[in-house]
């Protein structure tokens, strides 16, 4: 048993030290920092209307203070319709602001989260956190969904996630409820706006029912890939969660790279002052027996 107590206490000084470390180092470093200076990060594609300018808008009241200052522009001018345009705004600033790509965390950033997602579910690191996607430059069609969906929701807009799948693969976008109708939105593929709004920004439901106008839309993608991807849709429920548990899992993990190395020191105290005990013990018999 005691034996057992010292190598245990040495496992726990070596494992409160190492999370302790890692807090210090997230405390330290900007998420952002941490996860840019790693390698194999997603490159930007020309292609796309990626607008390094708008980085600063680093979290989700940013990014609302600057869409609400860009709809205070138009609504002087008289054009604003609130209900229409500040979906479409939106949608715009988040195409700008993310090229493609996968944000996860990783040493630095939610280290915990990195760590169980190794030995688990590789997808449990992909961050789905608005706050913590808008510190990247980068984020998949569901990331950036999820930032749509969490600024809409704030301006009041009901809206539902929306799951393509065929058999090249699957894509993640959304549709927001204004005017009496559902309205897609895709920012991640960044199909053509200006089409997509002659059409007063159509449902998933008239795009899949509309192949000519859908490929007019994402010309810039092969024909065979847009109309099999737009083949199967299926709805989400409205303003329900979407990511019910990688949420709570990152928030909780998040919390935890900084804490745990508090738990394992007072672990170790625990173990250290019973084995200090156990260790006093023989020489306390001893002494007993030899009382005169």
């Given at each position: ?8 206490q ?7 030290n ?12 900007p ?29 989700v ?8 200052s860009q ?12 209900e ?14 993310f ?15 990195s ?12 961050i ?13 069609c569901?990331?950036?969904s999820?930032?749509l ?5 704030k301006k ?5 996630k929306?799951?393509l799948?065929g ?11 204004y ?8 920012a ?17 439901a ?7 106008v859908?490929?007019q ?17 299926s ?26 190395w508090?738990f394992?020191l007072?672990?170790?105290i ?7 005990r156990?260790s ?7 002494c ?5």
């Amino acid at each position: 048993m005691k034996r057992l107590l010292f190598i245990l206490q040495i496992g726990l000084f070596i494992a409160m030290n190492f999370f302790l470390l890692q807090a210090i180092y997230e405390i330290a470093v900007p998420l952002q920092a941490a996860h840019n200076s790693s390698k194999g990060s997603p490159q930007y594609n020309s292609d796309e209307e990626y607008d390094p300018s708008l980085n600063r808008l680093n979290s989700v009241s940013a990014f609302m203070a600057y869409c609400d200052s860009q709809y205070a522009v138009t609504a002087a001018a008289g054009q604003g319709i609130f209900e229409k345009q500040y979906p479409k705004l939106v949608q715009e600033v988040v195409r700008k602001r993310f090229y493609h790509g996968y944000s996860h965390y990783g040493p630095g950033n939610n280290h915990l989260a990195s760590l169980v997602s190794k030995f688990t579910i590789s997808g449990l690191s992909a961050i789905v956190i608005p706050d913590d996607i808008l510190k990247f430059p980068y984020a998949a069609c569901s990331q950036q969904s999820l930032v749509l969906m969490k600024v809409l929701q704030k301006k009041g807009f009901k809206t539902r996630k929306i799951a393509l799948s065929g058999k090249t693969g699957g894509h993640f976008c959304i549709e927001v409820y204004y005017k009496g109708a559902w309205h897609f939105i895709d920012a991640d593929m960044e199909p053509d706006f200006a089409l997509l709004d002659a059409y007063n920004m159509p449902s998933i439901a008239f795009l899949a029912a509309r192949p000519d106008v859908l490929q007019q839309a994402y010309k810039q993608y092969p024909k065979e890939q847009v109309l099999d991807l737009f083949s199967n849709y299926s709805y989400g429920k409205v303003n329900a969660p979407a990511a019910p548990r990688a949420y709570p899992f990152q928030k909780v993990t998040q919390f935890l790279s900084y804490t745990l190395w508090s738990f394992f020191l007072l672990a170790f105290i625990w173990v250290r002052k019973k084995y200090l005990r156990l260790s006093h013990q023989p020489y306390v018999r001893h002494c007993r027996v030899h009382l005169p």
